[in-house]
């Protein structure tokens, strides 16, 4: 069975600084996702990464994958407050798991 | 922009009722999914929807659910005799397969509250 695993659950950061999101799968996956998700609200797609070696940025935010390793990152540079949400990863494996979540709070 | 819509945004039902949680998912879309999210947990597969038929579905997808597409545009969750633990966020998404992005569109979500 396929486990998404996302660490840490909780961060908490000061603006500015940097950090990275973890998550790491069980098995090998056609495709990997990254949400973001705001309180009471629907999830917004950040990135799809397909390949080995992928790397996408959008703004502060920067996903990568290795399939070797299964794992996916997903780097935040120079945080601010607005990045404040749970971020998800899910991987794709004829259905979709997602990981647990990592609620941020970015604090002034 | 197209957009993934869902109706109703709130449904309260008693324990047995049962309900039917509607999408419209974006139009030239092939790919239908419908997850669950309790309260503040995870978001949970439930079923995958491709050319009119069930391709993947969890665990959670019991006989006591559904999913139809009674016309070319909608597509339907229906839960048949609910029960307390359904009580969720059900979300509706879709996919096309012929952008390579591969991206999946949520819609708003229904709130389901079971009493």
């Known amino acids: 069975e396929l486990k998404v695993e996302q660490n840490p659950l909780f961060l908490s950061m000061q603006e500015g600084k940097n950090y990275t999101i973890y998550c790491n799968y069980s098995?090998?996956?056609?495709?990997l996702y990254w949400y973001r998700q705001d309180p009471g609200k629907s999830l917004e797609s950040l990135f799809v990464?397909?390949?080995?070696?992928a790397v996408k940025q959008e703004g502060r935010l920067m996903a990568s994958l290795d399939t070797k390793a299964r794992l996916s990152t997903l780097h935040i540079t120079a945080a601010v407050h607005d990045l404040s949400a749970t971020y998800f990863c899910?991987?794709?494996?004829?259905?979709?798991?997602f990981g647990a979540g990592t609620r941020l709070t970015v604090k002034p | 922009e197209p957009e993934v819509t869902q109706t109703p945004s709130h449904q309260v039902t008693q324990m047995g009722q049962e309900v039917i949680l509607r999408c419209v998912p974006i139009?030239?879309?092939?790919?239908f999914y419908w997850y669950r999210q309790i309260l503040g947990q995870k978001v949970e597969f439930l079923v995958s929807?491709?050319?009119?038929?069930?391709?993947?579905k969890s665990e959670i997808f019991d006989d006591q659910f559904s999913v139809e597409r009674p016309d070319g545009s909608n597509f339907t969750l229906k839960i048949r005799s609910t029960k307390l633990e359904d009580s969720a966020m059900y979300f509706c998404?879709?996919?096309?397969?012929?952008?390579?992005?591969?991206?999946?569109?949520f819609g708003p979500g229904t709130r389901l509250t079971v009493t």
């Open positions: 098995t090998t996956s056609d495709r």
């Open positions: 139009s030239n879309h092939l790919y």
């Open positions: 929807f491709y050319n009119n038929e069930i391709s993947e």
């Open positions: 990464l397909l390949s080995n070696g």
């Open positions: 998404a879709s996919l096309s397969y012929r952008d390579t992005l591969y991206e999946q569109y």
């Open positions: 899910a991987v794709d494996h004829n259905d979709m798991r």
